[in-house]
Protein backbone atom coordinates (compact mmCIF):
# COMPACT_ATOMS: atom_id res chain seq x y z
CA UNK A 1 0.00 0.00 0.00
CA UNK A 2 3.13 2.30 0.66
CA UNK A 3 2.93 4.70 -2.10
CA UNK A 4 3.77 8.71 -2.86
CA UNK A 5 0.70 10.78 -4.42
CA UNK A 6 1.86 13.74 -6.00
CA UNK A 7 0.54 16.99 -6.97
CA UNK A 8 0.13 17.26 -11.05
CA UNK A 9 3.45 17.62 -13.76
CA UNK A 10 5.58 20.77 -13.73
CA UNK A 11 3.71 22.52 -16.60
CA UNK A 12 0.93 24.11 -14.17
CA UNK A 13 1.66 23.45 -10.32
CA UNK A 14 -1.62 24.47 -9.07
CA UNK A 15 -2.58 26.22 -5.81
CA UNK A 16 0.86 24.70 -3.38
CA UNK A 17 0.58 26.17 -0.01
CA UNK A 18 4.28 27.20 0.16
CA UNK A 19 6.66 26.22 3.14
CA UNK A 20 4.45 23.86 4.66
CA UNK A 21 6.83 20.82 6.34
CA UNK A 22 5.64 17.64 6.22
CA UNK A 23 3.70 16.16 9.13
CA UNK A 24 2.55 12.53 10.42
CA UNK A 25 -0.94 11.52 10.61
CA UNK A 26 -2.47 8.31 11.31
CA UNK A 27 -6.33 6.81 10.92
CA UNK A 28 -7.42 4.52 13.65
CA UNK A 29 -10.84 2.37 14.37
CA UNK A 30 -12.17 -1.03 14.47
CA UNK A 31 -12.85 -3.44 11.59
CA UNK A 32 -14.49 -2.02 8.90
CA UNK A 33 -14.53 1.81 10.34
CA UNK A 34 -13.72 3.45 7.19
CA UNK A 35 -9.93 4.14 7.63
CA UNK A 36 -8.60 3.44 4.29
CA UNK A 37 -11.38 4.75 2.65
CA UNK A 38 -10.85 8.01 4.20
CA UNK A 39 -6.95 8.18 4.08
CA UNK A 40 -7.03 7.90 0.23
CA UNK A 41 -9.57 10.58 0.14
CA UNK A 42 -7.66 13.12 2.20
CA UNK A 43 -4.48 11.97 -0.39
CA UNK A 44 -6.34 12.91 -3.08
CA UNK A 45 -7.51 16.31 -1.47
CA UNK A 46 -3.96 17.35 -0.41
CA UNK A 47 -2.47 16.32 -4.01
CA UNK A 48 -4.74 18.43 -4.91
CA UNK A 49 -3.01 21.63 -2.71
CA UNK A 50 0.45 20.82 -4.04
CA UNK A 51 1.37 18.66 -1.24
CA UNK A 52 3.76 15.60 -1.43
CA UNK A 53 1.97 12.91 0.10
CA UNK A 54 2.76 9.17 1.13
CA UNK A 55 0.40 6.64 1.71
CA UNK A 56 1.42 3.94 4.16
CA UNK A 57 -0.27 1.29 6.30
CA UNK A 58 0.36 -0.87 9.53
CA UNK A 59 1.29 -3.72 9.70
CA UNK A 60 2.95 -3.15 6.04
CA UNK A 61 4.70 -0.61 4.77
CA UNK A 62 7.74 -2.28 4.22
CA UNK A 63 8.99 -5.71 2.16
CA UNK A 64 9.67 -7.17 5.83
CA UNK A 65 6.14 -5.63 7.20
CA UNK A 66 4.40 -7.43 4.15
CA UNK A 67 5.77 -10.73 5.55
CA UNK A 68 4.51 -10.16 9.11
CA UNK A 69 1.54 -9.00 8.52
CA UNK A 70 0.92 -12.21 6.27
CA UNK A 71 1.91 -13.96 9.81
CA UNK A 72 -0.54 -11.17 11.81
CA UNK A 73 -3.74 -11.22 10.04
CA UNK A 74 -3.86 -15.19 8.90
CA UNK A 75 -6.88 -16.52 10.80
CA UNK A 76 -5.29 -20.19 10.78
CA UNK A 77 -2.36 -18.30 13.16
CA UNK A 78 -5.20 -18.81 16.45
CA UNK A 79 -2.63 -19.85 19.67
CA UNK A 80 -0.46 -16.60 18.93
CA UNK A 81 0.52 -15.34 22.32
CA UNK A 82 -0.55 -11.68 23.14
CA UNK A 83 3.12 -11.02 23.92
CA UNK A 84 4.56 -12.71 20.67
CA UNK A 85 1.97 -10.31 18.85
CA UNK A 86 3.38 -7.65 20.36
CA UNK A 87 6.64 -8.01 19.81
CA UNK A 88 5.82 -8.49 16.01
CA UNK A 89 3.85 -5.51 15.64
CA UNK A 90 6.72 -3.72 17.05
CA UNK A 91 9.50 -5.16 15.08
CA UNK A 92 6.95 -4.06 11.80
CA UNK A 93 6.62 -0.70 13.11
CA UNK A 94 10.60 -0.34 13.87
CA UNK A 95 11.16 -1.39 10.16
CA UNK A 96 8.25 0.64 8.71
CA UNK A 97 9.62 3.77 11.03
CA UNK A 98 13.03 3.46 9.85
CA UNK A 99 12.97 2.59 5.98
CA UNK A 100 9.53 4.30 5.08
CA UNK A 101 8.05 7.53 7.70
CA UNK A 102 11.45 9.18 9.21
CA UNK A 103 12.34 9.65 5.74
CA UNK A 104 9.50 10.84 4.48
CA UNK A 105 9.22 13.35 7.28
CA UNK A 106 12.58 14.80 6.34
CA UNK A 107 12.43 15.30 3.18
CA UNK A 108 9.02 17.29 4.09
CA UNK A 109 6.49 14.76 2.72
CA UNK A 110 3.14 14.34 4.45
CA UNK A 111 2.27 10.91 5.49
CA UNK A 112 -1.13 9.07 6.24
CA UNK A 113 -0.53 5.94 8.06
CA UNK A 114 -3.16 3.21 8.16
CA UNK A 115 -2.78 2.45 11.56
CA UNK A 116 -0.04 2.81 14.46
CA UNK A 117 0.73 3.16 17.89
CA UNK A 118 -2.46 3.20 18.84
CA UNK A 119 -4.11 0.28 17.07
CA UNK A 120 -1.00 -1.28 19.41
CA UNK A 121 -2.54 0.07 22.46
CA UNK A 122 -6.37 -0.45 21.93
CA UNK A 123 -5.49 -4.23 20.44
CA UNK A 124 -2.47 -5.64 22.93
CA UNK A 125 -3.21 -2.88 25.28
CA UNK A 126 -6.45 -3.11 26.00
CA UNK A 127 -8.60 -5.85 24.01
CA UNK A 128 -5.88 -8.80 24.76
CA UNK A 129 -4.55 -7.47 28.09
CA UNK A 130 -1.29 -6.74 28.22
CA UNK A 131 -1.60 -3.19 29.19
CA UNK A 132 -0.54 0.46 27.95
CA UNK A 133 2.47 0.98 30.23
CA UNK A 134 4.11 -2.76 28.45
CA UNK A 135 3.16 -1.38 25.36
CA UNK A 136 4.60 2.32 25.98
CA UNK A 137 7.36 1.29 27.37
CA UNK A 138 8.54 -0.77 23.85
CA UNK A 139 7.69 2.16 22.12
CA UNK A 140 10.10 4.71 24.47
CA UNK A 141 13.41 3.89 22.42
CA UNK A 142 14.27 4.95 18.95
CA UNK A 143 12.80 4.47 16.16
CA UNK A 144 9.35 3.60 18.15
CA UNK A 145 9.28 7.01 19.90
CA UNK A 146 7.92 8.69 17.20
CA UNK A 147 4.72 10.16 17.45
CA UNK A 148 2.34 11.36 15.41
CA UNK A 149 1.29 14.84 14.58
CA UNK A 150 -2.63 14.24 14.77
CA UNK A 151 -4.48 10.78 15.05
CA UNK A 152 -7.98 10.61 13.52
CA UNK A 153 -10.10 8.18 15.22
CA UNK A 154 -12.74 7.23 13.01
CA UNK A 155 -15.60 5.92 15.33
CA UNK A 156 -18.29 3.45 14.90
CA UNK A 157 -20.14 0.34 16.84
CA UNK A 158 -18.34 -2.55 16.52
CA UNK A 159 -21.08 -4.78 14.96
CA UNK A 160 -21.49 -2.40 12.13
CA UNK A 161 -18.09 -2.28 11.14
CA UNK A 162 -17.64 -5.89 11.36
CA UNK A 163 -20.54 -5.95 9.03
CA UNK A 164 -18.81 -4.03 6.72
CA UNK A 165 -15.83 -5.74 6.58
CA UNK A 166 -17.17 -9.20 6.09
CA UNK A 167 -19.15 -7.74 3.38
CA UNK A 168 -15.73 -6.19 1.70
CA UNK A 169 -13.87 -9.19 2.00
CA UNK A 170 -16.76 -11.37 0.28
CA UNK A 171 -16.75 -8.65 -2.63
CA UNK A 172 -13.14 -8.84 -3.12
CA UNK A 173 -13.32 -13.35 -2.51
CA UNK A 174 -12.08 -13.58 0.47
CA UNK A 175 -14.24 -15.58 2.25
CA UNK A 176 -15.76 -15.49 6.01
CA UNK A 177 -11.91 -16.74 7.46
CA UNK A 178 -10.12 -13.96 6.07
CA UNK A 179 -9.00 -11.47 8.99
CA UNK A 180 -7.83 -13.30 12.02
CA UNK A 181 -8.72 -9.94 13.80
CA UNK A 182 -12.27 -10.10 12.06
CA UNK A 183 -12.76 -13.41 13.59
CA UNK A 184 -12.33 -12.41 17.22
CA UNK A 185 -15.18 -12.26 19.61
CA UNK A 186 -17.89 -9.33 20.17
CA UNK A 187 -16.53 -8.80 23.48
CA UNK A 188 -12.70 -8.12 22.18
CA UNK A 189 -13.94 -5.75 19.69
CA UNK A 190 -15.82 -4.07 22.42
CA UNK A 191 -12.46 -3.87 24.48
CA UNK A 192 -11.04 -2.63 21.33
CA UNK A 193 -13.25 0.70 20.95
CA UNK A 194 -13.58 1.02 24.61
CA UNK A 195 -9.63 1.15 24.27
CA UNK A 196 -9.34 3.64 21.56
CA UNK A 197 -11.80 6.10 23.38
CA UNK A 198 -9.53 5.75 26.32
CA UNK A 199 -6.53 6.60 24.66
CA UNK A 200 -8.84 9.70 23.08
CA UNK A 201 -9.69 10.76 25.79
CA UNK A 202 -5.85 11.15 27.23
CA UNK A 203 -4.74 12.80 24.82
CA UNK A 204 -7.79 14.99 23.21
CA UNK A 205 -4.65 17.52 21.97
CA UNK A 206 -3.69 14.94 19.49
CA UNK A 207 -6.95 12.84 18.72
CA UNK A 208 -9.84 13.98 16.91
CA UNK A 209 -12.69 11.58 17.25
CA UNK A 210 -14.63 11.42 13.77
CA UNK A 211 -18.10 9.62 13.53
CA UNK A 212 -17.48 7.13 10.71
CA UNK A 213 -21.33 6.17 10.22
CA UNK A 214 -23.47 7.35 7.15
CA UNK A 215 -22.14 8.71 4.16
CA UNK A 216 -18.68 8.70 3.53
CA UNK A 217 -18.68 11.77 1.43
CA UNK A 218 -19.99 13.27 4.61
CA UNK A 219 -17.31 12.10 7.08
CA UNK A 220 -14.47 12.71 4.33
CA UNK A 221 -15.64 16.28 5.07
CA UNK A 222 -15.30 15.71 8.99
CA UNK A 223 -11.92 14.26 8.27
CA UNK A 224 -10.98 17.24 5.85
CA UNK A 225 -11.56 19.69 9.20
CA UNK A 226 -10.68 17.61 11.62
CA UNK A 227 -6.92 18.73 10.06
CA UNK A 228 -7.47 22.11 8.48
CA UNK A 229 -5.10 23.45 10.91
CA UNK A 230 -2.28 21.76 10.27
CA UNK A 231 -2.08 23.21 6.63
CA UNK A 232 -0.77 26.36 8.86
CA UNK A 233 2.99 27.11 8.48
CA UNK A 234 5.01 26.03 11.07
CA UNK A 235 8.87 25.82 11.59
CA UNK A 236 11.20 22.30 10.84
CA UNK A 237 10.53 19.13 12.98
Not at 37 to 58: N, P, S
Not at 69 to 74: E, I, K, N, P, T
Not at 106 to 119: H, I, N, T
Not at 171 to 180: A, I, K, M, P, V
Amino acid sequence: MTGRARSPGSGSPGPVLGAVRGRFITFEGVEGSGKSTQLDRLAVRWVALGLDVLRTREPGGTPLGERLRSALLDPGETGMDPMAELLLYAADRAQHVREVIRPALDRGSWVLCDRYLDATLAYQGYARGLGVDVVLELHSRPPLDLRPDRTLLLDLAPGVGLARARRRDAERGLGSTHGRFENETPDFHARVRAGYLALAAREPGRFRVIAADGDPTAVSERVAEAVADLLAVSGPR
